[in-house]
């Protein structure tokens, strides 16, 4: 039964055949089903998923310890679990869903067994779903550079960095190469260069594909709304915040770390100072300084610009309510 069972399934599939013993392949080829009898058979496995589950269900460990019949079975689950993609995409499941069901789990898990390359079959699977990097482009036809459709404007120190890194996962999504923040619209003399220059960092993407950049900074420069304004004004901004203690903590550790304020702090910082007191001292100091100078803290001191940003000025652009990274961190 197990064999009349493959023969089936190697039947509808040219390529399969030939892996196919001699005789079983002669017998097929005599009862070769025609164009829509084979298309018949192969819906037949992929729409009927419980035909996945019982194939799956009668491999047993004795058959998959010997070798022509594990490959067997490892080239026809490869090929079953692919197909099938394809036609639960064509069907709207959603890709995790199809990773859910209890059949593609034991297909998979005994495909593991097997030692296939489940990395392989991973990306044909996403590949069947338009889940690669640039595989939209013969879908959406010709990559070319695209003005950003998502700029993320910050805030500094509230999880930028690891939100980017998040989207970059994202198959569809595309950063400026090179570039981690793009500080277009906030240097003037960038700025000066013109769109033109802003359009020639961007990666190229085919249509169906989204370019995005974040530069925490465009939150609080005055001119930086209107510029992206007047670049397009449907593009959409995404602002993360997040509790101002907790960012300026972030920022003061930076500075540290980054020896920024250096001729203004190196007076209070005598690091081979063993001295409790005096290093306590040299730290309020240092952190004195930093109170003063620091930008994040005048930020927040100040007429909280990024309100502005995102409650007036391009209020119907905010792709979402605001979210606060660190909050849910805490919460
Ligand atoms: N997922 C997630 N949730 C919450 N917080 C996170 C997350 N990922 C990074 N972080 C913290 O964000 C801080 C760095 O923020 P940015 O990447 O925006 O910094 S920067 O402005 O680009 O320099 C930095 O904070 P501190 O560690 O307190 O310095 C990161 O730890």
Known sequence: ????????????????????????????????????SKYQLN??????????????SKVTNEELSKPDRAEVIRVSLFEALIELAVAENERGKEFPNLL???????????????????????MKMEAAYGLCKGCLQEKYGKKKKRLPQVICIGAKKCGTGAFQN????????????????????????????????????????????????KTPKYMVIPEVPGRIYAMNNTVKLIAIVCNPVNRAFSDFTHVVKSGYFKSETTKYMDLTD?????RLKGFEGFSDAYITKSN??????????????????????????????KNLKLN
């Open 1 to 36: 039964m197990n064999i009349f069972i493959l023969a089936l399934v190697y039947a509808g599939n040219e390529n399969l055949r030939s892996h196919l013993p001699r005789s079983l392949q002669t017998l097929i080829v005599a009862k070769e089903p025609s164009q829509s």
């Open 100 to 122: 859910k069901m209890s059949s593609v789990r034991r297909a998979i898990s005994i495909l593991k067994k097997l030692n296939a390359d489940l990395n392989m079959l991973q």
């Open 296 to 325: 994040t803290i005048k930020e927040e001191q100040g007429d909280a610009k990024w309100r502005k940003w995102v409650q007036n000025v391009h209020k119907e652009q905010a792709m979402a309510p605001i979210f606060t990274i």
């Open 166 to 213: 998040f989207l970059a996962h994202h198959p569809h999504l595309f950063k400026p190469p090179g570039y981690d923040e793009v500080h277009f619209f906030d240097k003037e003399d960038d700025y000066a260069k013109g769109i033109e220059y802003y359009h020639s960092l961007m990666p190229e993407t085919s249509a169906g594909e989204i370019t995005y950049e």
């Open 43 to 56: 819906l037949d496995w992929i729409d009927k998923t419980p035909n996945l589950k019982r194939f799956v």
């Open 274 to 278: 063993t001295d409790e007191e005096s």
